[in-house]
């Protein structure tokens, strides 16, 4: 009947809106990460006007709701004129291509030199967790400030020089996964059905690695992102004019004594809000994926 | 015993001979490295002298030699911008940076420990709830960041510490506060998680057991075992503090080793630059080799481990 038919069917939606809350899925930092990500692709038509070129006539503008501020600009202009909204907006393309990029990048050295590692063991362990160890004495910031220093700046280099000081914890933690993988019957019994070493590799103990390996990735995505922050804050990330949130934290610094405040907090912002959505959505998923990580 | 020393000092051994090896290769494959080792504004005679002087088109394993045995003796080369030799010139601005470390370290300890501890003994309360919050955005917030607003905050608008540079207590406290808060949240994780464990152990159920007031159990037994993972990762944090402040001391224009690195990159001062990156990572390899050795020291169970 009728009343009956719709009782069952909001409860059935109640239910499903519950399953969803299972596990605490964090709703808030995955739609912040959505919207950036959205951001940086529709970039050129979000933004209201041409983050590189600035007007003169129009510098240090506050944001619209202070004193001097205009709708023209609703965040204010910087030192040289250039819209701090436009910027913003294309400085999270940056940010979302260099931190995604380099993840990955890190992710799949590290994974695959982790897998080959733990897999065969012997010489090629040590030599590769040698390396591991010597890599990961460096501070990261020092090592990709050096890096920087060697080969200058660019956005390219800098995906490549973060996938070189990241890969390293990857490799760590994969190879402890693959190490305990190999005890597996399933990997036995692959072994006495005549696979070869890159099959086994391929088809069994890779795919079994790949949690881990994602639940990395986001928890290493926000600290790539503040690590590209810190070296285009030190001059050597993304090279101007290009806009990055870090380069523009340096430009602000210029401002601050002076109180033009939304040339500091606002770049900031936007690299925490993306940190912390990127920490949480990587918190949630280490809890769900494998509870084993837990004590990560 | 000693074989687990000898162990751990061979394999430390290899990782510094690793770390010099990467950043001699990295210097001299990519790129000209002539290029890097003369000063900026200098003149191609001055390039081809300089592969002259330094013998660059020799064989790679002859200029590693070369390049090792320099290092061994602390020669580090000269600093273009300084005109002074840069292993003079670090260890100059190294007492700066450890005092800067220690500020932040004691601000990370004393906020980190009793707030995890807190947060253990009620766990899922309010004050657990507003430890995690504090430990998230701690872990979450760039130092640099949090430095800047702290100057904007407290220097331009209420004008209570000075923004820049060194000398006085009231100079040290911002750039502490923004260089420990990090530790200060990895510190209250940890010993929190650390606590958490302590306090379902077999021990503490005994003192609770025989009657003892909670307040003892913690204070007595719980809190001296929940400190040992926290203290050792504080050791190795304060030497990784005294290497990543670069950005915190640049903000600050605190003169320490990182702004010394800052300035190397600005100034292309290249030898600056390799010696921060070649002493600063001997430094951590360092500091895991003692505290290992320590470890082993205090828990048998580590040395007859492997």
Redesign the interface.
């Known amino acids: 009947m009728a009343m009956n038919g719709s009782r069952t069917a909001s409860l059935t939606l109640a239910w499903r809106f519950a399953a969803l809350r299972v596990g605490n899925f964090p709703v808030i930092p995955t739609t912040i990460l959505v919207v950036i990500v959205l951001v940086a692709i529709f970039a050129e038509v979000l933004a209201p006007y041409n983050p590189e070129v600035g007007v003169l006539g129009q510098r240090f503008r506050p944001p619209f709701w202070q004193v001097g501020g205009t709708d023209a600009h609703l965040l204010g202009t910087d030192h040289l004129g250039r819209d701090v909204l436009s910027r913003l907006i294309f400085g999270a393309r940056v940010s979302i291509v260099v931190g995604f990029t380099a993840v990955i990048f890190a992710g799949v050295l590290g994974t695959g030199l982790g897998i080959l590692s733990g897999y065969l063991g012997g010489w090629v362990d040590q030599v590769i967790m040698r390396l591991t160890d010597a890599w990961l004495a460096i501070p990261a910031l020092t090592y990709a400030i050096f890096l920087a220093a060697i080969v200058g700046p660019s956005a390219m280099n800098i995906v490549i020089i973060l996938g070189l000081v990241y890969w390293t914890r990857y490799a760590r933690v994969i190879r402890g996964e693959v190490l305990s993988l190999k005890e597996r019957d399933f990997v036995r019994l692959a072994i006495v059905a005549g696979c070869s070493k890159r099959t086994i590799m391929r088809k069994h103990i890779l795919p079994n690695v790949l949690n881990s390996a994602t639940v990395l990735g986001t928890l290493m995505l926000g600290v790539v992102i503040v690590t590209e922050a810190a070296l285009s804050f030190l001059g050597v990330g993304v090279p101007p004019p290009q806009p990055a949130w870090g380069l523009m934290l340096a430009d602000g610094k210029k401002g601050l004594m002076a109180g033009y405040w939304w040339l500091t907090v606002l770049p900031g912002c936007c690299i925490m809000l993306m940190v912390l959505s990127a920490n949480l959505l990587g918190d949630w998923l280490r809890v769900k994926l494998d509870p084993q990580l837990r004590q990560l | 015993m000693k074989s687990y020393i000898l162990r751990r000092l061979g ?1 430390s051994l ?3 001979l ?2 010099s090896l ?2 001699f290769l ?2 001299r494959v ?2 000209d490295p002539a290029v ?1 080792l003369v000063e900026p504004g200098a003149s191609k005679a001055d390039v081809e002298a300089i592969r002259e002087q330094f013998g660059l088109d020799r064989p790679l394993i002859v200029q590693y030699g070369e390049f090792m045995w320099n290092i061994l003796r602390g020669n580090f080369g000269n600093s273009f911008y300084y005109r002074m030799p840069v292993l003079e010139l670090y260890l100059s601005r190294l007492p700066n940076s450890l005092m800067l470390a220690l500020a932040a370290m004691s601000f990370s300890l004393l906020i980190g420990i009793p707030t995890g501890i807190i947060a253990a003994v009620r766990v899922n309360q309010w004050w657990d709830n507003a430890g995690k919050i504090f430990a ?2 701690g ?4 130092s ?2 949090v430095g ?2 702290m ?2 905050f407290f ?3 209420l004008g209570w510490f000075p ?1 820049s540079g060194s000398g006085s207590v009231l100079h040290i406290i911002m750039p502490a506060f923004a260089l420990g808060w990090y530790f200060a949240a990895a510190h209250m994780r940890l010993t929190r998680s650390s606590m958490l464990e302590v306090l379902g152990s077999e021990y503490v159920k005994l003192a609770r057991l025989k009657g003892l007031p909670e307040a003892l159990v913690i204070s007595k037994h719980a809190f001296k075992n929940a400190l040992i993972p926290v203290l050792t990762l504080a050791g190795i944090n304060l030497v ?1 503090m005294v ?2 402040a ?2 915190v001391e ?2 600050f224009a605190w003169p320490g080793i990182g702004r010394l ?2 300035e ?3 100034f292309r001062d ?1 030898p600056v ?2 010696a ?2 070649l002493l ?3 430094m ?2 360092i500091v ?1 080799l003692v505290v290992d050795i320590l470890y082993a020291v205090i828990d048998p169970r580590i040395r007859l481990e492997r």
């Open positions: 394999y290899i990782s510094l690793l770390l990467t950043i990295f210097v990519t790129g890097l998230l955005l872990l979450s917030l760039p640099f960041w800047l607003v100057i904007l220097s331009v608008y923004s990784i290497n990543v670069v950005v640049t903000v690195l800052y190397g990159v600005s290249f630059v390799q921060t990156v600063g990572g001997s951590i390899v895991n």
